[in-house]
């Protein structure tokens, strides 16, 4: 455990470090350029770039010893912000206020890859959980992890304006090279014994570098995986709608600066949420664990926003952030108990590809769909009569009636995944000992 706690805290550093950049960059092109386009084409390139990568990052984790491969993710991640940094002083200021420029636009890119290099050491952690952690303490590690992700999350969000607003793109880019740095030299100095000691994958594990065919095997082997990863899909589908609309519709509520400090108290909601885990673990049923959670969460989602009301939404927001590790908890412990850990590395990169690619597609399409629909049915159309005089009329009660609708589809999918056949094997599954397992 002494291993792990250490690998979590280095981790966290180059985390922290890593979504500070990605954040920092997004804030600053959008002040610069004042382009909606920009910073939309830069989130929707983030998230297609992610969930395209997983695969290819996970065969990595499992070919090589993961001390190599995290230290390896770090040195890729200090040479693109270094790249980056070289791309901002080497041009003139007026330079980055145009869109249009080639210039900008490298420095986004570098930026990227270097947030993006990050991901491969979130598999490989996900990896050494089950190397380094015993079975029945896992579940409370991967709340720890969870933990570690709002962590970031919460003090990237806070420090990436400041620093942009008081200090610039200079000491950004140049504290993201102290801290990647200070990772690299800490890293150094860990000894990951079990985690060390998993050398690349065996030549009879899998074929080429990415080997698709043999993690779907690998996936097919377990009854009802195929399931959970489809269920997570469709999740991450619905959740586009939020990740896409949920400022829109906060600052209808609230003025921009309310709704930015609200967000860094919501964000604690990822750190109760995994510390939680962390301590209670998840039971002894983590899918029954996750799906109830689930329920939970889109049953807030039905509810939050039928009135405009800033107090209803904070409070609904932090339960379902507070739930998110929960739910992410829940799927790490499972794959790491029913995966062989050879195979791992590419199990967690494919569910990650798969489950992230749903989200994109949700957030380029949901705003047109609200932009076009949903807004005049409840400011102009038949929706003023039929639902405005309980529900409210007006632009924030049409971004309301598309979350209302998306908790309802989802809290239906959710009660049928429950009665799967799917749901059932894979519970049955889990429960064997894990000598049959391992077989």
């Known amino acids: 455990m002494k291993s792990f706690h250490l690998v979590l805290v280095n981790t966290l550093t180059a985390s922290v470090t890593n979504t500070f950049v990605w954040f920092a960059v997004t804030f600053w092109v959008y002040l610069e350029t004042q382009s909606v386009i920009a910073t939309s084409v830069m989130a929707g390139v983030y998230t297609v770039t992610v969930a395209a990568s997983g695969i290819f990052l996970g065969s990595l984790v499992d070919r090589f010893p993961k001390k190599p491969v995290m230290l390896a993710s770090s040195l890729a991640s200090l040479i693109f912000f270094a790249v980056a940094l070289a791309i901002y002083l080497a041009n003139p200021p007026s330079v980055f206020t145009d869109s249009a420029q080639p210039a900008l636009w490298g420095l986004v890119v570098v930026s990227l890859l270097g947030a993006l290099a990050g991901n491969l050491r979130g598999i490989a952690l996900s990896t050494l959980v089950t190397l380094l952690v015993p079975e029945p303490e896992r579940d409370k590690a991967n709340g720890l992890v969870g933990t570690a992700n709002g962590v970031a999350f919460m003090v990237a969000s806070i420090f990436s304006g400041l620093a942009v607003g008081y200090l610039g793109m200079t000491w950004v880019l140049g504290l993201a090279i102290a801290l990647t740095v200070i990772a690299v030299l800490h890293l150094t100095t860990l000894s990951l014994r079990g985690g060390d000691a998993a050398q690349a994958s065996p030549p009879h594990a899998g074929g080429d570098a990415i080997d698709l065919g043999g993690t779907i095997r690998a996936i097919q082997v377990v009854p009802g995986l195929f399931g959970l990863i489809f269920f997570h899909t469709l999740n991450n589908l619905l959740g586009g709608v939020f990740m896409s609309l949920m400022d829109a519709y906060g600052l209808e509520l609230v003025s921009v600066q309310i709704w930015g400090v609200l967000w860094g108290f919501l964000s604690l909601g ?75 590395g590419r199990v967690f990169g494919f569910a990650q590809s798969v489950e992230q690619a749903a989200t994109p597609i949700t957030a380029f399409l949901i705003g047109p769909i609200a932009e076009w629909f949903f807004i005049p049915y409840m400011t102009t159309g038949a929706g003023v009569d039929l639902l405005g005089g309980w529900f409210g009329v007006g632009v924030d009660r049409g971004l309301a009636l598309l979350f209302t609708l998306s908790g309802v589809i989802g809290l239906v999918i959710t009660l049928i995944a429950m009665r799967t056949a799917a749901y059932r094997l894979l519970s049955d599954h889990y429960r064997q000992p894990v000598a049959v397992l391992a077989q």
Request: with cysteine; proline share 4%.
């Open 270 to 344: 990822f750190i109760v949420g995994g510390l939680i885990v962390a301590r209670r673990g998840l039971g002894a049923q983590p899918l029954r664990t996750l799906f109830l959670s689930n329920i939970v969460m889109w049953s807030i989602c039905c509810v939050f926003t039928l009135q405009a009301s800033i107090e209803l939404l904070t409070v609904g927001m932090f339960v379902w952030l507070c739930l998110i590790p929960v739910v992410e908890a829940a799927e790490q412990t499972i794959l790491q108990r029913v995966v062989p850990v050879e195979r791992q």
